[in-house]
């Protein structure tokens, strides 16, 4: 871009920088035209959706996998009834994080000895805690 005199300036840059902190940002729209738009999208209902699919998995897959590595477990009723405490909690219309979050530490503290079993817990951990906040 040049001036009356044939000077080229530089480019403005019309972006936005943010330094230190957490910054939540909703709509935001940042330049020469920019829009942003608010409203329902269709789209976060199919994730939770989908979130909610991929957690019945996860859970089935550590059944399973508690059913086939009972003899590893230190405990495995206790393991058994902590499985089925995050199961209820999830089931509830309002799931507690608090609750969610303890019977997630204990079923991975007691599923360290299996592997695969402490990876499915783990990855129910990331999901759980994602969607739900927990």
Do not use: C, W
């Not at 405990?75 to 199961?87: F, K």
């Not at 509830?92 to 530490?105: K, M, S, T």
């Amino acid at each position: 871009m040049g001036n009356d005199d044939g000077r080229i300036e530089p480019p403005v840059n019309n972006g936005l920088v943010i330094k230190g902190g957490t910054h939540y940002v909703g709509n935001q729209a940042i330049g020469h035209r920019a829009q942003a738009f608010s409203g329902s999208v269709s789209f976060q209902q199919q994730a939770g959706d989908e979130a909610a699919a991929r957690t019945a998995e996860l859970l089935a897959l550590i059944e399973r996998l508690l059913e086939e590595n009972r003899d590893a477990l230190a405990d495995p009723d206790a393991t058994t009834r902590e499985l089925r405490r995050l199961r209820e909690e999830l089931d509830e219309e309002e799931p507690q994080p608090g609750v969610l979050r303890r019977a997630l530490d204990r079923l991975t503290a007691f599923t360290q000895p299996v592997t695969p079993l402490a990876v499915a817990v783990g990855e129910l951990s990331v999901m759980v805690r994602g969607v739900l906040g927990a």
